[in-house]
């Protein structure tokens, strides 16, 4: 059993992971208004497991602007920027990482400040062990695998007993991602398995970091509304 999370009489400063870094991808962001039924969204979401057909860079990045982009960050007594992102989390800390796999292609690492996509060198192997493992719970044919690795010591700069807290916002992503696929029309599954360790076993600073999820989006099939 996890203790409950409490927050620091003092502060802890904390020095941010540090990521590989390799060619930059940048993203169309979603430049138009998406107009929806939020009743009708819940009712009809969801696990869709047809991934056929490549997911184009413009979708991709209209995903990953509605689901886990940047929209504001401020200086903290803890070491690093406290956060506004889309979705919550606690106390601002944002510790998820979005990486994105592509078919016979490396992890990618999503930059929700620059809504870009940055290359991890030297990890078309490990995307690949990943992309293994996965399926064999589903079917990915050109589905795009997304991984989710926590930072564990930015949460915990600011609470003791931060595991809960880092695993719920793993599941908060996981689930705003679920609703957003919906809403684009696209397919998406996530997967009972967290990723460890093919998603930072390359990464020389990989003890600070957490496999915490794994997922597959893609297109989907015509569907009547």
Same mark, same amino acid.
């Given at each position: ?81 406290? $956060? /506004?992102? %889309?979705?919550?989390? +606690? @106390? ?6 979005? =990486?994105? !796999? ?60 931060? $595991? /809960?807290? %880092?695993?719920?916002? +793993? @599941? ?6 679920? =609703?957003? !696929? ?44």
């Amino acid at each position: 059993m996890w203790a409950d999370p409490e927050p620091r009489t003092q502060p802890l400063k904390y020095q941010p992971a540090i990521w590989p870094t390799g060619a930059k991808l940048e993203l169309p962001l979603r430049s138009q208004s998406l107009e929806l039924d939020l009743v009708e969204l819940l009712e009809r979401r969801q696990t869709r497991r047809d991934f056929k057909g490549t997911l184009t860079d413009t979708k991709l990045g209209e995903f990953l602007w509605l689901s886990c982009r940047n929209r504001s960050a401020w200086p903290s007594p803890y070491g690093l920027e406290q $956060e /506004s992102r %889309v979705y919550p989390s +606690a @106390g601002a800390m944002h510790p998820i990482h979005v =990486l994105v !796999a592509r078919e016979n292609k490396g992890w990618m690492r999503y930059d929700p400040i620059e809504h870009a996509l940055i290359e991890l060198p030297k990890s078309v192997e490990h995307a690949t062990a990943s992309r293994r493992a996965a399926g064999k719970l589903v079917p990915l044919e050109q589905g795009m695998l997304i991984g989710l690795v926590a930072e564990l010591g930015k949460t915990a700069a600011k609470y003791e007993n931060p $595991e /809960s807290l %880092v695993w719920r916002d +793993a @599941g908060v992503v996981l689930g705003y991602m679920s =609703l957003i !696929a919906e809403a684009l029309d696209l397919a998406y599954c996530p997967l009972g398995m967290s990723g460890q360790p093919h998603l930072t076993n390359y990464i020389s600073d990989a003890a600070s970091l957490q496999a915490v999820g794994l997922s597959v989006l893609g297109n989907a099939p015509i569907r009547v509304k």
